[in-house]
């Protein structure tokens, strides 16, 4: 029988492992660094470097990959081999709940995808949500560099659950976000602690639903000169003299057209500008930031 445990097995892991030993090994880490890492043999590691692994189709591969990019910044931003094995199992399952996955197991294993579907109903805890935000919250404190970044109004990091019906279902920094004496201090995070960046979350929830994070940093020339030379995506609106609930709209509405990386507000009157960097998850949203703060 080929339950998606054995999917997962044959056609997944094999491809996944190999992109993240990839990853690790272009950033210097040893092959058995990599090895234990991953748990498997040094000679396996050699194996995946030498390019002898299954290639799955091209979609399923993109995302796949996409994955490696986020599990190896989270090996190299020093989390453990638990941590690292429990975020790539979520980020799977996400896969599998969401839909997508099911569509190339049904092929695989001869059942329908609404079977699959049935199967992964359930989604994401409240806990897990928290774990993985102050996970990257905590990658973010440690930035030497972000404290610079901080707007005068803070900044706030926010990550909801999967489609996302209210601002309880987003957990965020109470208090926002905040430097003293050239460092970043935040409380942990908590659902329903933000009002302005859950809003935007939920508002892109019909319309972009695998952007599920986002985090405010100040505006300034130098920062929108990094933002061109990192290669993100930029769009621009004005929210001065806006109501909250107008401004969460008016940044929501510029993704109908397309995903951006980031969202520069140019405020107004009595607004100050600001930068939303956004992703799929914070961790994601993190490695934008750093990616910003190497071209400043």
């Known amino acids: 029988m080929r339950t998606p445990s054995v999917y997962v097995a044959e056609e997944l892991m094999p491809f996944l492992r190999a992109k993240i030993a990839e990853r690790l090994y272009r950033e210097g880490m040893k092959q058995s660094q990599i090895a234990e890492y991953l748990g498997i043999t040094q000679a396996m590691v050699s194996k995946y470097l030498a390019g002898k692994y299954k290639v799955p189709p091209a979609e399923v591969a993109e995302r796949l990959e996409e994955l490696a990019k986020d599990v190896s910044s989270f090996i190299l931003f020093g989390g453990s081999r638990e941590e690292a094995v429990l975020l790539v199992a979520r980020r799977l399952l996400e896969l599998f709940q969401n839909g997508f996955l099911c569509r190339f197991y049904a092929e695989y294993a001869g059942v329908s995808e609404e079977a699959c579907r049935s ?39 926010a990550y909801s659950l999967p489609s996302p019906r209210s601002i309880e279902d987003v957990a965020a920094i109470p208090g926002r976000i905040t430097a003293a004496k050239g460092k970043a201090f935040a409380l942990p995070p908590e659902f329903g602690a933000s009002r302005f960046t859950a809003g935007i979350l939920v508002g892109l929830t019909e319309i972009r639903p695998e952007i599920r994070s986002v985090l405010n940093i100040r505006y300034g020339e130098d920062v929108e000169e990094a933002l061109k030379k990192a290669g993100f995506k930029v769009a621009r609106v004005k929210t001065g003299g806006l109501s909250e609930d107008e401004a969460v709209k008016k940044i929501v509405e510029v993704f109908r057209d397309e995903a951006y990386d980031a969202v520069i507000d140019e405020g107004g009157l009595g607004v100050e500008p600001l930068v939303y960097l956004f992703g799929k998850d914070p961790v994601d949203v993190v490695e934008k930031l750093k990616r910003l703060v190497r071209h400043l």
């Open 119 to 157: 199967l992964f109903s359930v989604g994401p805890s409240r806990g897990e949500i928290l774990e993985v935000l102050n996970m990257a919250l905590n990658e973010l404190l440690r930035d030497e560099k972000f404290p610079a970044l901080i707007p005068e109004v803070r900044s706030n990091f």
